[in-house]
Each structure stands twice: as C-alpha cells, then as structure tokens.
C-alpha cells in the first residue's frame, strides 16, 4: 500500500497536471484567437489602405488633368496681357475679357486648392489609422508574450514538481 503523503502528493500532481494541461489549452486558444483577429485586423487595413490609395491616386490624376489646363489658361492670359500693351485702343477691351478669365481662373484655382486640402486631411487620417493599428498590432505581440512566459513557468512548475515526485517515489521504493 502507498504511504498516504505520496498518495496525496500523486494527487496533487495530477491536479496541478490537469490545471496545466487546462492552462497550455486555453492559452493555445487565446494566442490562435488573438493571431487570427490580428491577422483579419490586418488583411482588413491593407484593404482598406489599398482602396483609400486608389481613390487617392485616382484624385490626384484628376486634380494633375485639372491643373494642366490651367497652366495652359495661365500662359494665354500672359500672351493676351503682352499683345494689348502694344495696342492702345483695343487694350481696354481686351483688359476687361482678360481680368474676367483671370477671376475664373482664380475661381477654378481656389476650388483646386480646397480639394488638395481634402485629401491631405484624407492622408492624414489614413496615417492616424495607421498608427493605431500598429498599436494594436504591438499589444496583440506583448499579449502573445506574456501568454507564452506563462506557459513557460507552468511548465517549468510541472517539470520540478515531477522531479519532487520521482524523489518521493525513490524515497519510498
């Protein structure tokens, strides 16, 4: 027969064993749930991203063919501005077309200019996201770490506590 304090130390040992056992299941859990919404976190952002950046583009060529006649427009005005210098009489009606296609021009440019402020308030945003998302990224890891050292001292606990059984059995042998 099995002297009791061993028979309540074998005990005790397969309790704490199926604590760890628990342990390393709901940790290998934890981490796989955490990997996995890290992962969709991710996959998610670089979606996101990648459709934020097309609009981006997107905008930006259309903002790049918007400004290109205007540049056109810019050097006709210059041109028509240096021609009615030259001509005294018609210079005053060729001034007063000149100014109006310059107010247009300006018009044009102002709401050129408020677009371009959009969508570096658009960048900046997408960039704050960003940011977050690594932050969360960074605590998904540390929390993954910190799960692993737990694991690790559990078995590291259940190692010595074998050892302290296999002593007792001897002993008792």
């Given at each position: 027969m099995a002297d009791p304090a061993v028979q309540s130390l074998t005990e005790?040992?397969?309790q704490r064993d199926a604590m760890i056992a628990m342990m390393k299941t709901k940790t290998k859990e934890?981490?796989?749930k955490l990997s996995s919404d890290h992962d969709e976190a991710v996959q998610k952002l670089k979606k996101d991203h990648e459709v934020a950046l097309e609009a981006l583009q997107k905008e930006l060529q259309t903002v790049t063919t918007q400004l290109q006649p205007l540049d056109e427009s810019v050097k006709a005005l210059q041109a028509q501005l240096a021609t009615s210098k030259k001509?005294?009489?018609s210079a005053k009606d060729q001034l007063a077309k000149t100014q109006n296609e310059v107010?247009?021009?300006d018009e044009r440019e102002l709401a050129l200019a408020e677009e371009v402020d959009q969508l570096a308030a658009a960048k900046k945003a997408w960039e704050e996201e960003k940011?977050?998302?690594e932050a969360a990224c960074r605590q998904a890891t540390e929390a993954q770490a910190t799960a692993a050292a737990a694991l690790a001292e559990a078995q590291t606990?259940?190692?010595e506590q074998q050892r302290q059984l296999q002593q007792l059995q001897s002993a008792a042998a």
């Amino acid at each position: 027969m099995a002297d009791p304090a061993v028979q309540s130390l074998t005990e005790q040992l397969a309790q704490r064993d199926a604590m760890i056992a628990m342990m390393k299941t709901k940790t290998k859990e934890y981490v796989t749930k955490l990997s996995s919404d890290h992962d969709e976190a991710v996959q998610k952002l670089k979606k996101d991203h990648e459709v934020a950046l097309e609009a981006l583009q997107k905008e930006l060529q259309t903002v790049t063919t918007q400004l290109q006649p205007l540049d056109e427009s810019v050097k006709a005005l210059q041109a028509q501005l240096a021609t009615s210098k030259k001509e005294a009489q018609s210079a005053k009606d060729q001034l007063a077309k000149t100014q109006n296609e310059v107010k247009k021009s300006d018009e044009r440019e102002l709401a050129l200019a408020e677009e371009v402020d959009q969508l570096a308030a658009a960048k900046k945003a997408w960039e704050e996201e960003k940011r977050d998302l690594e932050a969360a990224c960074r605590q998904a890891t540390e929390a993954q770490a910190t799960a692993a050292a737990a694991l690790a001292e559990a078995q590291t606990q259940l190692i010595e506590q074998q050892r302290q059984l296999q002593q007792l059995q001897s002993a008792a042998a």
